[in-house]
């Protein structure tokens, strides 16, 4: 029996509309049309391949350009595109455009797909995010173009301009540079810092969350005058960037990826491998020329991901704050976590210590069984499913090896990782009538 739209609450809303859209895909790329060799893709194939794009992760079984036709590629391209910003982004802008009313119902949905701190004014937020999704997205490919005309001729040169910088605005990581060498990524322009940086601004930009944005336009640069939200997301956002580039920098140094490499082509490696993370999946270099200390920051940087709100994924920037903050909290035996002489409440303490538990839990999990199936060496494993749960792409060369049960479980977590744990947990959960509190009991941790 199909659930009627009043019977679904605004998490289910969003739960069933990424399904609705990631089947729908899925079947389009199933279609001869949709590829160079006119051939039936397998659905599991192109399951994991829709859930990849609409989950803007970058994990795909195929070379995107070598494959795909130019159908299939749009196709991925329109993928991409709602599932960076978010569907109910573009079907209420869709409705402003024909002047109807918009439901209450409708703006619930809205605000949790965005991560809006509330609904007033969330019509507004969502111009907002079309408006700036336009601009930045028309900006970066006028900004690719004049590295990728000269290349490619005109037509191609826009092309592969506007879906780069689409794929990396939504942190897809999924890419056509097979047509100058299949499966490398971005490492065939790895010494074009024009065309690196651009990238890079793209990604970080997606990664801000939208409500940071509104905040910052809002405010200008009177950075006194930010929410709490938006200076713990700039601080932590800069703070890993400068970490994880120069983590990645001095791991290198003795390593063999940036041996014949001049001073400032191993910067820029270092930087975009450093943001790209979270939560793009672009690289600049073979991953698996990096060391193990690399490979595992690398890990840690997708785990974290982005920002609340934005088309990054991961546990989100301010959940790891508020836990390094909470270790401060212990450290200094306060009673309560403060961020900017503003105290964290209760209820979003217990979320961010579920949001971990279920990161850990989930990927842990898959990362053994994949290993058990496929016999795949647990550090592999481990980087293809951190990076399909925070909605990366990046990869160690193992997605095309795994058989179809871990195909399936990397798809679950890439759509887990696009709609939320929470969300789901909520989209399944019965709401249960609370209960009167219970004494306290003592119990001895740590």
Same mark, same amino acid.
């Given at each position: 029996m199909l659930l009627k739209k009043q019977q679904l609450n605004p998490t289910k809303m969003i739960a069933v509309g990424y399904c609705i859209i990631i089947l729908t895909g899925a079947l389009l790329l199933c279609l001869p049309i949709s590829s160079r060799g006119g051939n039936f893709t397998p659905f599991v194939d192109a399951l $994991?391949?829709? &859930?990849?794009?609409?989950? /803007? &992760?970058g994990l795909v079984l +195929? #070379?995107?350009?070598?494959y795909w036709s130019t159908f299939g590629q749009l196709i991925l391209l329109i993928l991409i595109q709602m599932g960076g910003i978010g569907f109910m982004t573009i079907a209420i802008?869709? %409705?402003?455009?024909?002047?109807?009313? %918009?439901?209450?119902? #409708?703006? $619930? /949905?809205?605000?949790?797909? *965005?991560?809006a701190p509330q609904v007033g004014g969330i019509v507004r937020l969502t111009k907002f995010i079309t408006f700036g999704t336009a601009f930045f997205e028309g900006l970066g490919a006028i900004a690719l173009s004049f590295t990728l005309i000269p290349k490619l001729g005109v037509i191609k040169g826009i +092309? $592969?301009? *506007?879906?780069?910088? %689409?794929?990396? $605005?939504c942190n897809a990581g999924i890419d056509l540079m097979g047509a100058f060498s299949p499966g490398t990524s971005l490492i065939t322009l790895s010494h074009n810092y024009m065309f690196i940086t651009v990238i890079m601004l793209l990604i970080v930009i997606g990664g801000l969350g939208f409500f940071v944005w509104s905040d910052l336009v809002e405010k200008r640069f009177k950075y006194r005058y930010y929410c709490l939200h938006t200076k713990l997301v700039l601080s932590s956002t800069i703070i890993l960037i400068v970490f994880g580039t120069l983590g990645i920098f001095m791991f290198e140094s003795t390593g063999q990826a940036f041996i014949g490499k001049p001073g400032s082509e191993k910067f820029m490696i270092s930087l975009f491998q450093a943001v790209t993370p979270r939560t793009a999946g672009f690289n600049t270099i073979d991953l698996n020329l990096l060391t193990d200390s690399s490979q595992l920051l690398i890990i840690c940087l997708m785990f974290? @991901? @982005?920002?609340?709100?934005? &088309?990054? @994924? @991961? %546990?989100? &920037?301010t959940t790891f704050a508020i836990l390094v903050l909470s270790i401060v909290t212990v450290i200094k035996r306060k009673k309560s976590v403060d961020c900017f002489n503003r105290r964290i409440d209760d209820e979003t303490l217990r979320q961010v210590c579920c949001i971990l538990m279920m990161y850990l839990i989930l990927i842990v999990t898959a990362t053994m069984v994949i290993g058990a199936i496929d016999h795949i060496p647990m550090k592999y494993a481990m980087f293809e499913t951190t990076s399909a749960m925070g909605t990366v792409g990046l990869s160690l060369g193992i997605t095309a090896q795994m058989g179809t049960i871990s195909r399936l479980i990397v798809t679950a977590l890439m759509y887990l990782g696009r709609v939320g744990g929470i969300t789901v947990l909520l989209a399944v959960a019965n709401r249960l009538p609370q209960p009167a509190q219970l004494p306290i009991g003592k119990i001895a941790v740590g």
């Amino acid at each position: 029996m199909l659930l009627k739209k009043q019977q679904l609450n605004p998490t289910k809303m969003i739960a069933v509309g990424y399904c609705i859209i990631i089947l729908t895909g899925a079947l389009l790329l199933c279609l001869p049309i949709s590829s160079r060799g006119g051939n039936f893709t397998p659905f599991v194939d192109a399951l $994991f391949t829709a &859930t990849s794009a609409t989950c /803007v &992760t970058g994990l795909v079984l +195929y #070379d995107t350009y070598t494959y795909w036709s130019t159908f299939g590629q749009l196709i991925l391209l329109i993928l991409i595109q709602m599932g960076g910003i978010g569907f109910m982004t573009i079907a209420i802008s869709a %409705i402003s455009l024909t002047k109807r009313k %918009i439901g209450l119902k #409708d703006r $619930f /949905v809205m605000k949790e797909s *965005v991560a809006a701190p509330q609904v007033g004014g969330i019509v507004r937020l969502t111009k907002f995010i079309t408006f700036g999704t336009a601009f930045f997205e028309g900006l970066g490919a006028i900004a690719l173009s004049f590295t990728l005309i000269p290349k490619l001729g005109v037509i191609k040169g826009i +092309y $592969f301009s *506007v879906f780069h910088s %689409i794929s990396a $605005f939504c942190n897809a990581g999924i890419d056509l540079m097979g047509a100058f060498s299949p499966g490398t990524s971005l490492i065939t322009l790895s010494h074009n810092y024009m065309f690196i940086t651009v990238i890079m601004l793209l990604i970080v930009i997606g990664g801000l969350g939208f409500f940071v944005w509104s905040d910052l336009v809002e405010k200008r640069f009177k950075y006194r005058y930010y929410c709490l939200h938006t200076k713990l997301v700039l601080s932590s956002t800069i703070i890993l960037i400068v970490f994880g580039t120069l983590g990645i920098f001095m791991f290198e140094s003795t390593g063999q990826a940036f041996i014949g490499k001049p001073g400032s082509e191993k910067f820029m490696i270092s930087l975009f491998q450093a943001v790209t993370p979270r939560t793009a999946g672009f690289n600049t270099i073979d991953l698996n020329l990096l060391t193990d200390s690399s490979q595992l920051l690398i890990i840690c940087l997708m785990f974290i @991901g @982005g920002s609340p709100g934005s &088309t990054a @994924g @991961g %546990i989100k &920037t301010t959940t790891f704050a508020i836990l390094v903050l909470s270790i401060v909290t212990v450290i200094k035996r306060k009673k309560s976590v403060d961020c900017f002489n503003r105290r964290i409440d209760d209820e979003t303490l217990r979320q961010v210590c579920c949001i971990l538990m279920m990161y850990l839990i989930l990927i842990v999990t898959a990362t053994m069984v994949i290993g058990a199936i496929d016999h795949i060496p647990m550090k592999y494993a481990m980087f293809e499913t951190t990076s399909a749960m925070g909605t990366v792409g990046l990869s160690l060369g193992i997605t095309a090896q795994m058989g179809t049960i871990s195909r399936l479980i990397v798809t679950a977590l890439m759509y887990l990782g696009r709609v939320g744990g929470i969300t789901v947990l909520l989209a399944v959960a019965n709401r249960l009538p609370q209960p009167a509190q219970l004494p306290i009991g003592k119990i001895a941790v740590g």
